[in-house]
């Protein structure tokens, strides 16, 4: 069984910076592509930044620039580093691990999700 459990969250004034950590149980870490999510209240969740198990990444369009995926995989750690917060950033930030699994014949993406925790971005 895998669990993704998150920390790093709180509350930060606009302009400033919080740095998200998603530690990952199990034996999946380094072959898992790893990302962050979030929803705000209201809003659909929407993907916020990628790393796959070969290092590449890719970001939102509202927070290139701003944010920073990682990930350290003797750690089974995924990190992401969030400056110049704005108050729309502010949601519930959700780690998710994705692997491909083999169902008798077929390949399948497996999905597995962290508890969140919450960025609220506020003076």
């Known amino acids: 069984q895998v669990q993704l459990v998150e920390s790093g969250g709180g509350l930060v004034q606009p302009g400033g910076s919080l740095r998200l950590s998603c530690a990952a149980s199990g034996t999946i870490f380094s072959r898992a592509a790893m990302a962050w999510y979030r929803q705000a209240p209201g809003k659909q969740r929407e993907l916020v930044a990628r790393?796959?198990?070969?290092?590449?990444?890719n970001y939102a369009d509202s927070v290139k620039g701003r944010f920073t995926i990682s990930r350290d995989n003797a750690k089974n750690t995924v990190y992401l580093q969030a400056n110049s917060l704005r108050p729309e950033d502010a949601a519930i930030y959700y780690c998710n691990a994705q692997v491909t699994a083999l169902q008798g014949f077929r390949v399948v993406l497996q999905d597995y999700w962290g508890q969140g925790t919450q960025v609220t971005v506020s003076s």
């Open positions: 790393t796959t198990n070969s290092g590449s990444t």
